[in-house]
T-cell receptor, first 111, second 114 residues
Framework: AQKITQTQPGMFVQEKEAVTLDCTYDTSDPSYGLFWYKQPSSGEMIFLIYQGSYDQQNATEGRYSLNFQKARKSANLVISASQLGDSAMYFCAMYGNKLVFGAGTILRVKS | KAGVTQTPRYLIKTRGQQVTLSCSPISGHRSVSWYQQTPGQGLQFLFEYFSETQRNKGNFPGRFSGRQFSNSRSEMNVSTLELGDSALYLC?????????????FGEGSRLTVL
């Protein structure tokens, strides 16, 4: 069975600083995909970044990077230079035969 | 390019009624999946449709059903509503390879059951 664990219910970060959101996963599938989504208060899920299980390099998308440590089964999201608009719920998810989400981390960016 | 469209955005029903939610995927996308989001259970997978066939199903009772039409639009139906069905229902579409492709979500349909 697939499982995603996000141990940080909420995080605060000062504007312009970097923040790391933790995500660990468990799966027996050799091939899988890891995603991070942002959900603002409007409810829409916004795709941020994707990492394939066979990708050798960590994924990056603008200010977002995914710190993928396969042996430790972790896929932490790093947001550099936080902005006030980054305040939202962040979900880590894994795709094996279906998309499984973690419980989410609420991020609040302080000015 | 238009995103995933879900209708209605908000609705209120009473226990015992049924509800139908609609999802129009991004043009060209053939896979549509549905998720239920509640404060207590988080985001849970309901089902996935591809080319009008249900490809995968989550652990929900038979009151929850869905279908996909030839134009890839999808509907989900919940019959005999219960208070616990109050949730945000999210639809996502993808193309071409669901294993590696990004899922595009709609803004959701927020259902309140009284």
């Amino acid at each position: 069975a697939q499982k995603i664990t996000q141990t940080q219910p909420g995080m605060f970060v000062q504007e312009k600083e970097a923040v790391t959101l933790d995500c660990t996963y468990d799966t027996s599938d050799p091939s899988y995909g890891l995603f991070w989504y942002k959900q603002p208060s409007s409810g829409e899920m916004i795709f941020l970044i994707y990492q394939g299980s066979y990708d050798q390099q960590n994924a990056t998308e603008g200010r977002y990077s995914l710190n993928f440590q396969k042996a430790r089964k972790s896929a932490n999201l790093v947001i550099s230079a936080s902005q006030l608009g980054d305040s939202a719920m962040y979900f880590c998810a894994m795709y094996g035969n279906k998309l499984v989400f973690g419980a989410g981390t609420i991020l609040r960016v302080k000015s | 390019k238009a995103g995933v469209t879900q209708t209605p955005r908000y609705l209120i029903k009473t226990r015992g009624q049924q509800v139908t939610l609609s999802c129009s995927p991004i043009s060209g996308h053939r896979s549509v999946s549905w998720y239920q989001q509640t404060p207590g259970q988080g985001l849970q997978f309901l089902f996935e449709y591809f080319s009008e066939t249900q490809r995968n199903k989550g652990n929900f009772p038979g009151r929850f059903s869905g279908r996909q039409f030839s134009n890839s639009r999808s509907e989900m139906n919940v019959s005999t509503l219960e208070l616990g069905d109050s949730a945000l229902y999210l639809c996502a579409s993808s193309f071409p390879d669901r294993e590696t492709g990004e899922l595009f979500f709609g803004e959701g349909s927020r259902l309140t059951v009284l």
